[in-house]
């Protein structure tokens, strides 16, 4: 049995990030401004530092990382390539199952990624605060963990019911020195507008983006400025270095061709960072099957329209062209998976749509069944949202079982659960049940968007 872990030295880590831009058969339609044209870097730099809009709409294929950058990913990367020997095993199939293994580095997913990439951004730029949303927590602690490497304040909105419910990831965040309040919040005019109407919502990704663009737009001297988690192009390119790393790996152990490619995906940006690479393979021919996995109560990208829409909740960012559920859904409260944002990014929509890759959406029980059988082999406690890739991954495994094909699947462990065992808890003790987001909810979220302009 040849070695189960395949590492890379520093020295081996890519020092570019690819982008799919480049190579797409067609470009996706441009974000809109509120006159209905497109966006300008200009009219973006309320919220962003100019060096990030400028990566935002790069066309250039590939993207130096710069050196500094690069300091700050060695403090944990490259990250492992590991072989589920144990989870093959209890299954039984011939298929040999790869994970990148993102739950390494110090937040504990790969959020870390593009969070010191844009707090260094941020400060080549002069920016001193930085502003986000989070949902369960892990971005909010990725980029309080950055800010505090660069020594930049961070102030995270964090989604009201993850807040009541998951004190952890707030203890990181205020560890690492950043402020973190309950969103919708009385801090904020979009905050308070929820709040007036809904006093005792669970908060949404949505509301919580919306009261962090409007601090960062709102701060006279133009220091604070506003971060994204997932979903831009910018944010997808930073990620590219998990594809990157795990093709240098494959190829160290002469595995020469992958045949199955999965990720999780909520705003896309852990599925972009390890498909993209082999998205372009198969632009180029290469017969593999790329597969991002969403909850089937957040069915962003398998029954969603495919149309303009707001990123946020109250309007302030530009239309996106995605596959969306309507800026203004709120996810049921009995889903435990994560992966709620009610858009997917408009790259991933977009290729989507070329038929480059093929989404699916799984409910959470068998989720939770298949983070706790790879726990119980490969001693990993998923995060729930990983848990949706290792369940694709095990009906891959089987499918290959019946077919008795020795196939290569790659999945990406986009992180560890240890913060989020109160989904486990209630798996564990029947609390949990299948929900698929019923159609009459789906028309009426995306009923709101119908005013948009269609792509
Ligand atoms: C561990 C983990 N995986 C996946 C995701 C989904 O985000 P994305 O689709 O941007 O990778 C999250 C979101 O917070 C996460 O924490």
Known sequence: MSSTKVFLDEKEMPKQWYNLMADLPKPPPPPLGPDGKPVTPEMLSAVFPMNLIEQEMATDRWIDIPEEVLQLLYRWRPTPLQRAVNLEKALGTPAKIYFKNESVSPAGSHKPNTAVAQAWYNKQAGVKKITTETGAGQWGSALAFACSLLGLEAKVYMVRISFDQKPFRKMMMQTWGATCVPSPSNETQAGRAVLEKYPDTPGSLG?????????????????????????????????TIIGLETKKQLEKINEKKVDVVIGCAGGGSNFAGLAFPFVLDKINGAGVDIIPVEPASCPTMTRAPYHYDFGDNAGMTPLLAMHTLGHGFIPPPIH???LRYHGMAPLISHIINLGLVSPLALHQLECYKAAILFAKTEGIIPAPETSHAIAATIREAKKAKEEGKEKVILFNFSGHGLMDLVGYDKFLHGELSDYALKDEELKKYTREIEQFPTP
């Open 207 to 239: 509301i919580a983006i919306s009261e962090a663009v409007e601090e960062a737009v709102s701060d006279p001297t133009g220091k604070t400025k506003y971060s994204l988690g997932s979903v831009l192009n910018h944010v997808l390119l930073h990620q």
């Open 336 to 338: 435990a998976g994560g």
